[in-house]
């Protein structure tokens, strides 16, 4: 069975950076669509950052554009998103999702990793 395994969040003061991870089993990243996906309280979901697995090309939601940057390892199997400057509006539940082959909408997601931001 297919597992994400998110980890790296926690609190920050706002300016500050974190990186979380998102470790893969059972799957490989390849030639897949990759997402953190965020979720704040009583805000929609947004894609945060996206990653095109078949050549790399990245995505950013404006709001966090110039600010965060998604990686993967495929060696490692492991998904980045590294986040610098952080504010409070950042404060979410942070998900890796990646797609199944073929397709670009995740399929697969992890648990979620808190990330909050104090001023």
């Known amino acids: 069975q297919v597992q994400l395994a998110e980890s790296g969040g926690g609190l920050v003061q706002a300016g500050g950076s974190l990186r979380l991870s998102c470790a893969a089993s059972?799957?490989?990243?390849?030639?897949?669509?990759m997402y953190w996906i965020r979720q704040a309280p009583g805000k929609e979901r947004e894609f945060a950052a996206t990653?095109?697995?078949?050549?790399?090309?990245?995505y950013y939601a404006d709001s966090v554009k110039g600010r965060f940057t998604v990686s993967r390892d495929n060696a490692a199997n492991t998904m980045y998103l590294q986040m610098n400057n952080l504010n409070i509006e950042d404060t979410a539940v942070y998900y890796c999702?990646?797609?199944?082959?073929?397709?670009?909408?995740?399929?697969?997601w992890g648990q979620g990793t808190q990330v909050t931001v104090s001023s």
């Open positions: 999702a990646v797609a199944g082959l073929g397709r670009s909408y995740p399929d697969y």
């Open positions: 059972k799957l490989t990243f390849g030639s897949r669509w």
């Open positions: 990653l095109r697995g078949s050549d790399g090309t990245t």
